[in-house]
């Protein structure tokens, strides 16, 4: 049982890369809380596709005894966060779960997309902020200028920020007694009911779900009877405990703690992230403010390669959807590609992230059809549909407008790729909010249209400023555009696969790109074959993919020309009955090369 006032729980925020999981890791080292045998690089990232790609994707937790300078034994929770957008909701619910944050800057980069937007989820939350520069081991490392950044783009005093070089440690002993000294310590009353926030719950296949608490009133003990208040289900607890990394086991968790329960619970959909947890007797009357359930922006639809393997696909998104609540699934079938799920994921890296771990956790090839958004779609009878896919899309005689959703983008960028940008975003039908000054560097913000974001922003934006502009996005609701479902016809039959929603002033141009595409990626066969790109009924692009032909005046020596006539008539009435009756096969490489549209 600790005392409150010995208590810090905190988060590290930060951009990609600035090295949030490296302080952690020296943070833990300092302290002995890992030996320093047992010590590994991103000791936080469990993963092998964390490891892998070297970005944390779940947040996760880790207790830390400390004893500060005044002689005092201080028991810090430390949860350290992801910062790329896709995983925006994990940083948003951990910062329900603590007081404070440490943010980090890289003071050779300064503040960047992500740094702002992780840290406005963090003044949102009431937490007290403690600036901290990383990186100053590095020549270019610059901690006046980037201070004065802080200052100027986010607002808050860093004028005591704390130096710090993570990789060697430099700085470590004066974070922790920051972390003591400037977070203020949890509020909670230990005789009060039992109200315990679930901040996140993952499976683990010998206990069940492990279920993560914070503990806000009231004291949690082995055997307790519990009920969730959103759901009502009703378990017994059988453990309890912390993290150091590794799980160890506690007799209870107090006000203010942080740790983990399991009580036999089988599925991870019967723990809803932002519930409150209390005693089924004598239990709490009012719920925490729960944290707004993760919308997914992104759908896609997962095909194997090989059909047989169906069977195996739905093991593999069952069980990642007991790990990963934002991740949605439902069948669907496919003329062309059979059997599969469509599938909603947070952004496109939560898409990767996924369909890599499918392909590698279960050795299942997949197709991934294009991703498109959710559009709303309004009836003529007022009634108002959401369309996942652009292959259901009703008859447009019965549909009185589209809405699609848009994203407000915030865009920071060296000067000397303004211009590229702003050109891009005009590209992508973008509105400019703002354009404002950072030192030397332009801070855009855009009202895009999600539907031209997911396809391939992100990597142009990366290719026009060289790889030194970054970007960080939020939804901000649904608008009425002239959108218009464009379908391919490949031997007059349509192609649901590769149908998609385009704007009307550019359904002409992303047509005939589709249609040069794919006759390069389908193989003749013995008839022509027509490739359309079609609006309703009306062709838009077509392309023509001319047929293989056999001599067969090879063996006629001289003679008569009407018997050479003869066998090409004979021909040409083949090849136009065969084109009647026969299937074109569309390799699955041209799917997957044509979805991926250059402009």
């Not at 890791?25 to 890992?34: F, K």
């Not at 169906?310 to 069980?319: P, Y």
């Not at 009307?504 to 992303?510: G, L």
């Amino acid at each position: 049982m600790t005392e409150l006032s010995k208590i810090r729980n905190f988060s590290i925020v930060a951009h990609i890369d600035h090295g949030k999981s490296t302080l952690a890791d020296r943070l833990i080292q300092s302290t002995g809380t890992v030996q320093d045998r047992d010590m590994k690089e991103q000791l936080l990232d469990a993963m092998d596709i964390e490891r892998e790609r070297g970005i944390t994707i779940k947040a996760n937790t880790v207790r830390i005894d400390y004893e500060a300078d005044d002689g005092e034994h201080y028991v810090l929770n430390l949860i350290d966060t992801p910062g790329h957008v896709d995983f925006a909701y994990e940083v948003s619910r951990s910062m329900r779960a603590v007081e404070g944050s440490l943010l980090v800057v890289d003071s050779t980069q300064g503040v960047e997309a992500q740094t702002l937007a992780n840290v406005y989820q963090a003044i949102d939350a009431d937490h007290e902020i403690v600036p901290v520069l990383n990186k100053i081991d590095l020549p270019a490392s610059e901690c006046d200028r980037v201070a004065e950044q802080i200052e100027d783009v986010i607002g808050i005093d860093a004028s005591d920020a704390i130096r710090v070089s993570a990789k060697t440690g430099i700085g470590i002993k004066e974070t922790l007694e920051a972390i003591v000294t400037r977070l203020p310590a949890p509020t909670g009353e230990r005789d009060a009911p039992l109200r315990a926030m679930l901040v996140d719950s993952w499976y683990d296949a010998y206990l069940g779900v492990i279920v993560l608490v914070r503990i806000m009133d009231g004291v949690l003990k082995k055997n307790d009877q519990i009920k969730m208040m959103q759901t009502g289900a009703r378990y017994g607890v059988d453990r309890i405990g912390v993290f150091r990394p590794a799980m160890q086991v506690v007799d209870e968790l107090g006000p203010g703690e942080i740790g983990f329960i399991t009580a036999s619970i089988k599925q991870v959909r019967d723990t809803k992230v932002g519930d409150t947890i209390t005693h089924e007797r004598k239990g709490a009357e009012t719920a925490l403010p729960g944290f707004k359930p993760s919308v997914p922006v992104v759908f896609c639809g997962l095909f194997p390669v090989d059909s047989s393997e169906f069977e195996d696909l739905r093991d593999a998104i069952e069980k990642l959807a007991l790990n990963d609540a934002s991740f949605s699934y439902e069948m669907e079938t496919s003329a062309a590609l059979g059997f599969g799920f469509r599938c909603g994921f947070l952004g496109l890296l939560h898409l990767e992230v996924i369909r890599d771990r499918i392909e590698r956790e279960y050795n299942i090839d997949l197709i991934t059809t294009a991703p498109s958004v959710v559009y709303h779609l309004f009836m003529k009878d007022g009634e108002m549909l959401e369309l996942h896919n652009p292959a259901d899309m009703p008859d447009l005689s019965k549909v009185d407008h589209l809405e699609e959703p848009r994203i407000k983008a915030t865009i920071l960028v060296p000067d000397d790729y303004l211009g590229d940008v702003l050109k891009l975003c005009q590209d992508r039908r973008g509105i400019q909010m703002d354009l404002s000054y950072a030192g030397s560097r332009a801070m855009v913000v855009y009202d895009l249209p999600l539907n031209e974001v997911v396809f391939d922003f992100y990597d142009r934006l990366k290719s026009v400023t060289k790889g030194y502009a970054s970007f960080d996005y939020q939804m901000i609701g649904y608008r009425e555009d002239n959108l218009v479902k464009m379908s391919v016809l490949v031997n007059d039959e349509p192609v649901d696969a590769l149908s998609t929603m385009v704007h009307r002033d550019r359904a002409e141009q992303r047509g005939r790109a589709m249609c040069e595409k794919l006759k390069d990626l389908i193989p003749r066969h013995m008839f022509k074959i027509p490739i359309q790109a079609a609006i309703g009924g009306k062709v838009i692009a077509r392309e023509t993919l001319s047929a293989l032909r056999k001599d067969v005046t090879a063996k006629c020596y001289g003679g008569d020309a009407t018997r050479k006539r003869k066998l090409l008539d004979k021909q040409k009435a083949g090849k136009k009955k065969m084109r009647q009756f026969g299937r074109v096969e569309i390799p699955q490489e041209a799917f997957i090369s044509a979805l991926k549209m250059d402009d």
